[in-house]
Structures are given as C-alpha cells and as structure tokens.
C-alpha cells in the first residue's frame, strides 16, 4: 500500500513540465514518503498483544484444609449479581485447589436458616458456624466493586476457624470512606477474634496485568479453544467471577499456610525446641 501510494505521488510533475511547479509537487511527495513512513513505523511499534503465558503455579498445602463457603455479602452499591450463585462460584474454585476439601454454600445456608438467619453477621457468627460444620475454616466474603461491562470485580474475604495467629493483622477495609468494605462490620473494642487470612483485591481487566493472569488461569484449564480463546473469560460474566474467586481463594489459602508454619516456628522458639 505504502508503495503504490508512493509511486502515484512521484508521477505527479510529469503532468507539470515547469519547474517551480515541479519542484514544489516533488517537495510534497517527499512530505507524504515520510510521513507515510513515520505511520508505518508507528503501527509496527505498538505494544504488542499479550502472549501465552504458563499455567497457574500447583498450590501444595502441607495438610488437608476443610473449607466452608459462605454465600456473597453485596458492598457495591448495586444489585447486578446474586450473592449465593457468586457464592457457588467461590465454592466452585476453591474446590479445584489441590488439599482443600469445601463445604457448599447450601450447608452453610441450613445452618443460618437453623439460627434465623440469612447471613454471617460477625466474626464470632462466624466461628460459630465453622464449628457447627466441623471445618477447619470459613470463607465470608464481599463484593465491593461490581462493573459487569468492563468489567471491573472488587472482593475482599476472610477466613475464619478454631485457629487464629497471635500476631494482629493489617487492617482490611479497602474503601473505608465510603461504606465498610469488610466482609461484615467489626463493632468498637472487638478485636480478639481475627481472621486466619484476608485478602482484598480489585480486579479491572482493562489493566494488562490482570489480563495476563487471566490468560494463566485459562491455560491452567486448557480453556484457550474457540474463536476467542483465553478472552472468553474477560467477556462472559461468569468466567470473569470464576477468575476473580479462584485468584483470592488461592491467596487466601498461601496466606493461612504462611501465617500456620510462622506460628510454629514462634511456638518452637519460646519452648526451645
């Protein structure tokens, strides 16, 4: 294209023998070589796409964790999505890591619905519920930022059981000034009761790094086929909750598994062992 283009703008003098009028035509055709040549040259310079990338590294936990799923806590303002069904997607990944053993939202619903009750209300309903269930942990979570066109996924999650590190934690409160963005509000002076993990994270698949770790956990589900491939999961709206969920289980589980062994190196070290 750039070539016949070039070779139109070059013939032009010819059908003008003077030559001030021949010297300005060859003076615009150098101006269009160039600036042709700069568009080429730009075209072939932008970023390029996002390539394969490997599978999702195998979470190895040292021990066999019992999970309960709690259903969704809706933070974002909108009522765009069903919190039991995001719920089941949370369950759904979380099951798909390797040692980790879910107990289903719906048992955790009977139980609520024993006690009168929809939803985990605090950090000791919390506990609560996990020992009725005889799990070693449960998962409460909330969506705090839920965009289905971008799209664009906030979550931030706790995990609650028998077992709690000393140590306080960061806090997590991701959009403080607006609405509390934990999984359920902490009342004033409550604070013995913290979580083995949190995790809090918006996901915006405009962002080439998120975009990345999607293509990574389509890979690690042989899930590229089709004619869009790995995208399919950046415009299905379920796909995307599937990648947001799996991502924070997964950092939640590394978390509580980092938090036990430093725990038992401590104990070890106060009895001298």
């Keep these: 294209m750039i070539a ?15 030559r001030g009028r021949t010297s300005a035509c060859r003076g615009v055709c150098k101006c269009l070589l160039i600036t042709l040549a700069m568009s080429w040259a730009g075209c072939s ?19 066999e964790v019992r999970v309960a799923v709690a259903p969704a806590l809706n933070h974002s303002g909108g009522a765009e999505f069903d ?38 209300r605090s950090p000791e309903h919390a506990l609560d519920v996990s020992e009725r269930l005889g799990v070693d942990a449960i998962l409460v979570f909330a969506v705090t930022e839920y965009d289905a066109y971008t799209p664009v996924v906030g979550l931030a999650a706790q995990l609650y059981g028998p077992w709690r590190p000393a140590e306080q934690q960061g806090e997590l409160d ?32 405009a ?53 036990k062994s430093a725990a038992a190196v401590a104990a070890a070290g106060e009895t001298g062992q």
């Design 45 to 63: 310079a932008t970023r390029p796409p996002v390539t394969e990338e490997a599978a999702e590294p195998v979470l190895c936990l040292p021990e």
């Design 174 to 205: 991701p959009v403080a000034a607006s609405r509390a963005a934990r999984p359920f509000p902490v009342p004033q002076g409550f604070g013995g009761i913290r979580p083995q993990a949190q995790v809090q994270r918006t996901f915006n698949a």
């Design 83 to 120: 919190p039991a069904k995001v719920g089941d997607l949370m369950a759904s990944e979380l099951s798909g890591l390797e040692g980790v053993k879910v107990v289903g939202v719906s048992r955790v619903l009977a139980v609520l619905a024993e006690q009168g009750d929809v939803r985990i």
């Design 4 to 18: 016949a283009e070039s070779q139109i703008a070059v013939r032009q003098p010819r059908c003008h023998p003077r």
């Design 207 to 259: 962002h080439e790094a998120v975009q990345r770790e999607v293509q990574r956990y389509a890979h690690s589900r042989s899930a590229t086929t089709g004619p869009l491939g790995w995208k399919r999961h950046l415009v299905s709206q379920e796909g995307y909750l599937r990648y947001c969920c799996f991502s924070v289980a997964r950092e939640l589980l590394l978390q509580r598994m980092e938090n």
